[in-house]
């Protein structure tokens, strides 16, 4: 079964707003990364986040770890069209298995 | 640095036909990954090699599904007999390193897209 849930599942905005997008998961973790997908394309990953740092930045991009709440978030700023794409946060299980969330899909309209 | 190479991009084919994926990852990774997509989900691990051994199979469902790495490299992913539920992307990716608390990044192909009607 997944082990990382996102939300909102959708999520539509205007070029040049901030798009955040959550996501939780069940079990302890060493790392947590974010992916995109563009339509009809692989995924392209974006930044990992180790358990021991709460916050990241690359770029627009800034991710957030609470491992109290279980907890990661990640915020675009200044959204461009761009950025309209499936965005996934995934983590390794026990046995080494990269498990994927559901994503959000994130719509950016100019 | 060439990317995750797969083909075919896209198939059409009928329930009970057979098809098969090939995928050539990135030279010098050695572990290789199949996931599986199914359209507003996110991608499920079917199979993951290290070199031309299987790491993990245990969500590859073996009555219809076989996957092989000959030589440690190249791969391909058989599907036979296709169901209409096996509609969905089949992603490849690959990593230089083994999957798991190293942390290291999947590279992933452009996939191929499976429809049996």
């Known amino acids: 079964s997944q082990q990382g849930e996102e939300d909102p599942q959708a999520l539509s905005i205007q070029e040049g707003e901030n798009a955040t997008m959550n996501c939780s998961y069940k079990t302890s973790i060493n790392n947590l990364q974010w992916y995109r997908q563009n339509s009809g394309r692989g995924l392209v990953h974006l930044i990992l986040i180790r358990s021991n740092e709460r916050e990241k930045h690359s770029g627009r991009l800034r991710v957030t770890l609470d491992t109290s709440k279980k907890s990661s978030s990640l915020l675009i700023t200044a959204s461009r069209a761009a950025d309209t794409a499936s965005y996934f946060c995934a983590r390794y299980n026990q046995g080494g298995k990269l498990i994927f969330g559901q994503g959000t899909e994130l719509s950016v309209k100019p | ?117």
Request: aromatic residues 12%; charged residues 20%.
């Open chain 2, 1 to 117: 640095e060439a990317g995750v190479a797969q083909s075919p991009r896209y198939k059409i084919i009928e329930k009970r036909q057979s098809v098969a994926f090939w995928c050539n990852p990135i030279s010098g990774h050695a572990t290789l990954y199949w996931y599986q997509q199914i359209l507003g989900q996110g991608p499920k691990l079917l199979i993951q090699f290290q070199n031309n051994g299987v790491v993990d199979d245990s969500q590859l469902p073996k009555d219809r599904f076989s996957a092989e790495r000959l030589k440690g490299v190249d791969s391909t992913l058989k599907i036979q007999p296709a169901k209409l539920e096996d509609s969905a992307v089949y992603l490849c990716a690959s990593s230089s390193l083994r999957g798991g608390f190293s942390g290291n990044t999947i590279y992933f192909g452009e996939g191929s897209w499976l429809t049996v009607v």
